[in-house]
């Protein structure tokens, strides 16, 4: 009977320390920008913009660009990173923070519920429902990301930056650009960055590289048949692609993994005890860079879940700030 109960005895741990760490990370107050600009007509296509404290304002400082996670669903804003953004600026950097619309078409006030734990129950992802936006019908859970609009939006939002943060944030260092992103937001951080080797029928590739110092993904699901065959957030990378039926034809266009080498410097950083996006994606993003010729940093932090990362109070969170300042200064 020990031997069946200690491998529960562990999952139940597991369970609480995630749950410890989600309650942490969720417990700051928001923090409003300085200034939010539109880069389109949709309410979700904004980017906040928060200018670096305490710094020489004769000095330009290094911009990160930061994607939020929340598996793609609408329940998940800007907001709960804010005060992720809000810590970086006090280490320094200029931060604009990006939304996009995600897996519902309307998304809750800031002041609307709680956010709801990241994992959610598995969904089994109606085609139709993943599509539109819809809600699945057979558990209530929201359904991961909009195809087309969550990859228009990011690519929107990069393409219009540059103007934006003129306006913004006259001291951000344009030479400088980090991109950062936790969990999906990871992904888009990594998808961003590899537009360059979309197929070339993708209404977001570009021709180049884009033109930033590197990118430090925080726990991305990096890999989707990986994150798939761990049931990572329930299912929400085979629901973002529009359901079972057009998963594996639009991986090719959605899938970092795939999108190898980039050429930008690029950094993982990842909690060994993290049970939302386990250390597997990352490590199988990590080596996929390296058969294609590519040396990939990911940083392995012993004792750290999937929401220390990005929450002020954790020792995690400075240490992804340093991997930022590594590759923006």
Not at 33 to 48: N, S
Not at 135 to 143: C, L, Q, Y
Not at 187 to 206: C, E, F, G, S, T
Not at 280 to 289: N, Q
Request: glycine share 8%.
């Amino acid at each position: 009977m020990q031997d069946d109960a200690a491998p529960r005895d562990r999952d139940d741990a597991a369970i609480a320390r995630d749950a410890a760490e989600e309650a942490s990370a969720f417990s700051h107050p928001p923090v409003d920008p300085d200034v939010t600009l539109a880069y389109g007509d949709h309410p979700d296509q904004v980017i906040d913009f928060y200018a670096p404290r305490d710094t020489d304002p004769e000095v330009l400082t290094p911009l990160v660009v930061v994607l939020h996670g929340g598996a793609w669903r609408a329940p998940y804003d800007r907001r709960h990173i804010t005060p992720f953004a809000d810590f970086l600026t006090r280490r320094g950097f200029a931060v604009a923070n990006v939304e996009y619309r995600r897996g519902e078409a309307g998304s809750p006030a800031a002041e609307g519920p709680a956010i709801p734990a990241q994992g959610g129950p598995a969904d089994p992802g109606r085609d139709d429902a993943a599509s539109s936006g819809a809600g699945d019908t057979a558990t209530g859970a929201p359904v991961a990301g909009r195809w087309p609009d969550t990859f228009d939006d990011v690519a929107a939002a990069l393409d219009a930056l540059p103007a934006l943060v003129r306006k913004a944030l006259p001291q951000a260092d344009p030479r400088r650009i980090v991109i950062t992103g936790h969990s999906a937001g990871g992904h888009l951080a990594l998808w961003a960055a590899a537009r360059h080797l979309l197929p070339a029928d993708a209404p977001w590739h570009i021709e180049r590289p884009a033109p930033l110092r590197g990118v430090v993904a925080l726990a991305p699901i990096a890999d989707f048949e990986v994150a798939e065959k761990l049931d990572v957030c329930g299912g929400a990378s085979r629901q973002l692609l529009g359901g079972e039926t057009t998963f594996a034809e639009r991986l090719p266009y959605a899938d970092p993994v795939r999108l190898l080498p980039t050429g930008i410097a690029t950094t993982l950083v990842q909690g060994r005890t993290d049970i939302v996006v386990p250390q597997a994606v990352a490590e199988s993003y990590a080596d996929a860079a390296a058969k294609a010729g590519e040396v990939v940093g990911l940083t392995l932090l012993e004792g750290v879940g999937h929401f220390p990362l990005i929450d002020p109070a954790a020792d995690a969170c400075a240490v992804v700030a340093e991997e930022i300042a590594q590759l923006a200064w």
